[in-house]
Structures are given as structure tokens and as C-alpha cells.
């Protein structure tokens, strides 16, 4: 078990550019979650995957964003004509329900992407 | 969007003594759960309860789990150097998405 996986650490991009993200989750889990994290606030939810289907995304999630699961394996973020308000840290999460009739059980995240948009 | 109250914002103790941090919510959640940040990486999960008034350990960690369901507490016994860091309390209402706390952070005095 190697863990979440997320690629790159670091990504600087100018204004305008397009960016994409990809996380590995732990490869038992059928469950894949993007949040966002800004400076000093605790992450928020951006959206959530149950294999390859994409089940719920948050309003913070506006049509610049896409998020993607084709396999039910990895998972990409994009985000299209990035804006300075983009800057942030996105952290991936996955974890596995087999066992839990209800919630998420437990998500285990990987070391995230810190966007830095100029 | 819907956010936990997290307290205290900042702790500054000395090695070696105990810690209490708490985190309420006006909502009802199904799970709590506790995760330490270090800067520059993701949070790593320290403890997870499921059940109103369940307590837990892990080492010198205790977490517990309201009656209420609106509230856990997390205590961290005989504090040491790499307890530094940004603990947040996460939880889920059944909606498969975490609701996060801003955060403690914890600053120890050698």
C-alpha cells in the first residue's frame, strides 16, 4: 500500500492557462474525493467519485472545473482559464465503503497540488 | 459553506504538558474525524469515532465522539516536539463529503 498519490506537487501556471491535476488513490478504494484548501481554512469538498461515477459536486466546483475518473482508478482535475483566485492547495482522498452502511468512512489523503496562479 | 467551530485557533505550550481542542457544530454528523497537517503536505488521519459517546485512542491520543452528536473533543497527552502542527476535525453528515473545522494549531516550547 503505497498510499494517495497526487502529481505534480507544485504547479505555477500564468492567468489564463489551463491546468491538470491527477491523483492515484489507495488502490483498493472505490471511493475518490477532490477538496481545496487556501491559506489558514481547513479543506473543502470540491467533488466525489464512487468508481468512475462522478456522484456529487460542490457549487465551489464552477464550469472551469472538470474532474474525471475514466477506469475507476485515477482521477484528473482540470481547470480551464485559471484566475488568481485558483491559487490554492487541491488535496485527492479516497477511501473504501465496503464495510459502512453510512458516511464516508475513512479518507486518507494524499500530499496535494499547490497551485500558484500569476 | 458549512464549517465546524473549531477552538482554540492557537495553542503555545511547553514539552510534556497535555492538550484539549474541540470542535462543535449546530449540524448532527454521523462521523468524526481527526487529522493532523504538517505545512506543505496533506492531513494525515489520526483517529475516526462512529458512535454518539465513543472514546478512542491511539497511543497518546484520546478523541470522543458527543452524546449530541454536534461535538468531539481530541486530548494529546505528554506533548512532544513532532505534536507540532495544524489539527482539524473533520465530519460527514452521511453526504459522502467532509465538513472541516479551520483548524488548531499547535506550537510547543522546548
Known amino acids: 500500500d503505497t498510499g494517495v498519490s497526487q502529481d505534480p506537487r507544485h504547479k505555477i501556471t500564468k492567468r489564463g492557462q489551463n491546468v491538470t491535476f491527477r491523483c492515484d488513490p489507495i488502490?483498493?478504494?472505490?471511493?475518490l474525493y477532490w477538496y481545496r484548501q487556501t491559506l489558514g481554512q481547513g479543506p473543502e469538498f470540491l467533488t466525489y467519485?464512487?468508481?468512475?461515477?462522478?456522484?456529487?459536486k460542490s457549487r465551489l466546483l464552477s464550469d472551469r472545473f472538470s474532474a474525471e475518473r475514466p477506469k475507476g482508478s485515477f482521477s484528473t482535475l482540470e481547470i480551464q482559464r485559471t484566475e488568481q483566485g485558483d491559487s490554492a492547495m487541491y488535496l485527492c482522498a479516497s477511501s473504501s465503503n465496503r464495510d459502512r452502511i453510512l458516511g464516508s468512512g475513512e479518507q486518507y489523503f494524499g500530499p496535494g497540488t499547490r497551485l500558484t496562479v500569476t | 459553506g458549512q464549517q465546524l467551530n473549531q477552538s482554540p485557533q492557537s495553542m503555545f505550550i511547553q514539552e510534556g504538558e497535555d492538550v484539549s481542542m474541540n470542535c462543535t457544530s449546530s449540524?448532527?454528523?454521523?462521523?468524526w474525524l481527526w487529522y493532523k497537517q504538517d505545512p506543505g503536505e496533506g492531513p494525515v488521519l489520526l483517529i475516526a469515532?462512529?458512535?454518539?459517546?465513543e472514546l478512542t485512542s491511539n497511543g497518546r491520543l484520546t478523541a470522543q465522539f458527543g452524546i449530541t452528536r454536534k461535538d468531539s473533543f481530541l486530548n494529546i497527552s505528554a506533548s512532544i516536539p513532532s505534536d507540532v502542527g495544524i489539527y482539524f476535525c473533520?465530519?460527514?453528515?452521511?453526504?459522502?463529503?467532509?465538513?472541516f473545522g479551520q483548524g488548531t494549531r499547535l506550537t510547543i516550547n522546548p
Open positions: 473533520a465530519g460527514d453528515q452521511g453526504a459522502q463529503k467532509l465538513v
Open positions: 467519485f464512487q468508481n468512475e461515477a462522478q456522484l456529487e
Open positions: 449540524s448532527i454528523f454521523n462521523t
Open positions: 488502490s483498493e478504494h472505490n471511493r
Open positions: 469515532l462512529y458512535k454518539a459517546g
